[in-house]
């Protein structure tokens, strides 16, 4: 397919832009380039993304995300359907408030969720179509950071202790995590609500962006949003869109109906990620007083430890002591989250 573009305009900060073709429509165009993590060379995240927007639309025929129009790897251009006039989630959120677009945070919890049911069980499939365009390792993609936490171990925190329960159910949550089973399925690696775009008015229709770090791994990792503030939160709203998410997964992952396994997953994917933002721990205390990433950490450790005192009650109660004690290191994190909205942004 040939595009010819006549004007663009580019989407900062990223490497993307909005372009109006010789037919007067509009497309989005990403190109290669330095990324932040450097995670992940620049020709194999294009790759990637190209190859799981192509197998959701075109092998599943799903629509829960933008479908690849052009591609070209030598040149690292990829052209992509224009989803405006949906907007990112995120932004809806910090302009509006939760408020405002309850119907759009569940609209997302639901994308995310179905996502799950229709790639489970067709993973070869994709990496089939994923290999066809260059090496990928799906073990690297399953594993994900449990690999980095599984060769680091739990990590400290001066006066709060680490017995023996802690390190085994710090184990049994990797473990968890390494073999999904039938909540094996495709993720875009990023399930934050800036991955989101719907309607800022009337029916949502949620759409999923950013498939550059796409690949199968276990469900739960995409449910962690809805239940543990991400980077740029304090707070977030009730259960609501986690039970909305777990409904449209059982739809493809009937597993996910019961409620010791879905809670075991969940635990493991809430612990595991607040465990490894913890790591950030040397960062955060080289920031000036008041810096909001420090009440950040506390808030995303309680979470996980409300997520997790079922089904992993050692672990959790090793967050609950670590948030505390991060409250006492950081007089300015010692913050009442519960009198926070929902969705309050960090600054």
């Known amino acids: ?47 990637t ?15 829960l995300a933008p479908r690849v129009l052009a591609v070209d790897l030598a040149e690292g251009r990829l052209v992509l359907e224009d989803l405006a006039p949906r907007t990112a989630l995120d932004g809806l959120l910090r302009r509006h408030g939760a408020a405002a677009h309850a119907d ?10 179905e996502l799950g049911a229709l790639t489970a069980g067709h993973a070869e499939a994709y990496y089939r179509r994923r290999a066809a365009l260059g090496p990928v390792d799906p ?10 936490q599984r060769e680091s171990g739990m990590p400290s925190l001066p006066g709060v202790p680490v017995p023996g329960g802690v390190e085994r159910e710090f184990g049994a949550a990797l473990a968890e995590l390494a073999e999904p089973g039938p909540f094996l399925v495709l993720s875009n690696g990023d399930a934050e609500a800036n991955n989101v775009l719907v309607h800022a008015a009337g029916p949502a229709d949620a759409r999923l ?25 304090l707070s977030l709203g009730g259960p609501a869109e986690g039970e909305v998410y777990r409904r449209a997964l059982a739809a493809g992952v009937p597993q996910a109906e019961d409620d010791g396994r879905y809670g075991r997953g969940l635990a493991a ?3 595991s990620y607040a465990l ?8 955060l205390d080289g920031r000036p007083a008041g810096d909001d990433s420090r009440a950040q950490l506390v808030a995303t450790l309680e979470a996980a430890a409300r997520t997790a005192e079922g089904a992993l009650p050692r672990l959790a109660g090793w967050c609950r002591q670590a948030g505390a004690a991060l409250r006492r290191r950081w007089p300015d994190a010692d913050v009442d989250f519960g009198a926070l909205a929902p969705y309050t942004p960090r600054r």
């Open 276 to 283: 490894a933002r913890l790591t950030r721990l040397a960062v």
């Open 269 to 271: 994917a809430c612990v």
């Open 209 to 233: 962006i950013d498939f550059e770090f796409a690949g199968f791994t276990h469900a739960l990792h995409d449910a962690v949003p809805l239940h543990v503030p991400g980077p740029g939160w």
């Open 1 to 47: 397919m040939v595009i010819n573009v006549v004007e663009w305009t580019r989407l900062e900060p990223w490497r993307v832009a909005r372009a109006r073709t010789d037919r007067d429509e509009t497309v989005i165009i990403k190109w290669t380039g330095p990324h932040a993590s450097r995670v992940r060379d620049e020709p194999w995240r294009l790759r």
């Open 104 to 113: 759009r945070l569940t609209a997302a919890a639901r994308a995310r969720g």
């Open 139 to 148: 073990a690297a993609d399953r594993l994900g950071r449990v690999a980095r």
């Open 49 to 63: 993304e190209a190859a799981a927007l192509r197998f959701l639309s075109e092998d599943l025929g799903a629509a």
